[in-house]
């Protein structure tokens, strides 16, 4: 889109749809890491042994401190954007696989 061109609304539309998408893969995948104050830890623990699992609970509180310092740091930015690239790549691939979008 250059820039004095007008938008039509398809294109609004389009790109509020990737704008969407790319927030909404974003927050699932980061909400998957297996830390315990996230959901990735639940299904991540279910694997676990009880022997094990408790012994993660019981440093719970240092894990979400690592957490929070990997965010701040942005030491976990990397890996969160390279997996984020690749799976838009195969949603914008298979989105194309149908024809009336091409």
């Known amino acids: 889109i250059s820039s004095g061109s007008v938008l ?20 699932a995948l980061f909400n998957l890491i297996p ?3 996230l959901d990735g830890s639940r299904i991540f ?7 094990l699992y408790f012994g993660v609970m019981k440093y719970e509180r240092y894990i979400s ?3 929070l310092v990997l965010l701040y740091t942005g030491l976990l930015s990397t890996p969160l954007s390279w997996l984020m690239t690749r799976i838009l790549s195969g949603m914008n691939t298979v989105v194309g696989l149908i024809p009336f979008l091409r």
Do not use: D, E, M
């Open 65 to 67: 401190l690592a957490l």
């Open 8 to 27: 039509t609304t398809a294109q609004i539309i389009l790109i509020l749809c990737r704008l969407f998408s790319t927030l909404n893969l974003g927050q």
């Open 35 to 37: 830390c315990p104050p």
């Open 45 to 51: 623990y279910v694997f676990l042994p009880p022997k």
